[in-house]
C-alpha cells in the first residue's frame, strides 16, 4: 500500500506565498510522475503542475510564473512552492503520484487547504 500526506495549506493574502510538500510512503519501488492538482468548491479537479522523475515539469497556464513544482526523489516528496497567491487560486491541494508498487498505479492525497484572501 502507498500512502501520500499532504501538508503546509493554510490562509494566506492576495499576493503572498505557501509552499506544500506532499510526501509518500509504503511499498514503493519507484515513483514516476508527481503532480500537484486543486479543486475548488463547485468546480472540477484540475491540473495545477506535474514534474516526472527525470525532472522536467509542466504547469497550468494559471500559475505559470508563479508557482514551481520540485522534488526530492532520496524523500520521495514533491514540492509545490506558490508565490503571487491570488484569491482565485483558492482549492482544495491534492498530491498524486504515479507508483510502481506491486502494480502500477495513480495514488493520491487527502488533500489541503489553502485559502487566499483578498
Known amino acids: 500500500q502507498v500512502q501520500l500526506v499532504e501538508s503546509g495549506g493554510g490562509l494566506v493574502q492576495a499576493g503572498g506565498s505557501l509552499r506544500l510538500s506532499c510526501d509518500a510512503s509504503g511499498n514503493i519501488f519507484s515513483i514516476y510522475t508527481m503532480g500537484w492538482y486543486r479543486q475548488a468548491p463547485g468546480k472540477q479537479r484540475e491540473l495545477v503542475a506535474t514534474?516526472?522523475?527525470?525532472?522536467?515539469?509542466n504547469y497550468a497556464n494559471s500559475v505559470k510564473g508563479r508557482f514551481t513544482i520540485s522534488r526530492d526523489n532520496s524523500k520521495n516528496t514533491v514540492y509545490l512552492q506558490m508565490n503571487g497567491l491570488k484569491p482565485e487560486d483558492t482549492a482544495v491541494y491534492y498530491c498524486?503520484?504515479?507508483?510502481?508498487?506491486?502494480?502500477?498505479?495513480?495514488?493520491w492525497g487527502q488533500g489541503t487547504q489553502v485559502t487566499v484572501s483578498s
Open positions: 514534474i516526472i522523475n527525470g525532472g522536467s515539469t
Open positions: 498524486n503520484a504515479e507508483v510502481q508498487t506491486v502494480y502500477r498505479g495513480s495514488f
